[in-house]
């Protein structure tokens, strides 16, 4: 795993450095502002950048929001102190993959990147029910195509989603099917539906209508 750390505060990222490194983190570089974060990100290519959302010059959400059109294969997870609900919505629909508290304890941090290392986003239950609501409520603010038809299977995946299911374990295990094909089907769902990560395909789904939340997973 490589990764890019881009905070403001310079103790911050030594602390964060040495957490990471302890574990056999490759930490490829550090940046001190969302400019810099840009630019190493275009150098390295880093797997993951856990990116700040308060720096100078260039802010984390406008970095983010470059990052995952230019480098969509570079995911960003956004480390941040604040607690504010539009910080986390922006990150999200700016592309963010995850979205977790400076307070998190260090074995969920290298639980969640291990995760986002899947594919999987990066939130706490309660985020990600945050997330759902304020998607239903207002849509992804990305323009969309037009809704494209998904196979029986593609829209069990897609139930279990908007249902908060997001790992690619529970999601196999709900659905009696391999990780693989769990992989598969995700894969082709991003491809049918034009987004970049299981976030926007939950708002996608919400927006359109694309699942009867009434209806419950399959069994």
Known sequence: MRVLIADDHALFRDGLRSLLEARGVDVVAEAKDGGEAIALARLHR???VLMDLMMPV?????????ISVEMPLVRVVVLTASEDDADLFEAVKSGAQGYLSKNLEAQELFAFLDGVMKNEPALTPGLARKVLGEFARNGSGIVKPPVSVLTDREQDVLVLLTEGVTSNKELADRLFIAENTVKYHLRHILQKLHVNNRAQVIAYAL?????????????
């Open 46 to 48: 880093p797997d993951i």
């Open 58 to 66: 260039t802010n984390g959400l406008a970095a983010t929001r470059l």
């Open 207 to 219: 927006r359109h209508g694309l699942v009867d939340l009434d209806a419950g997973a399959p069994e």
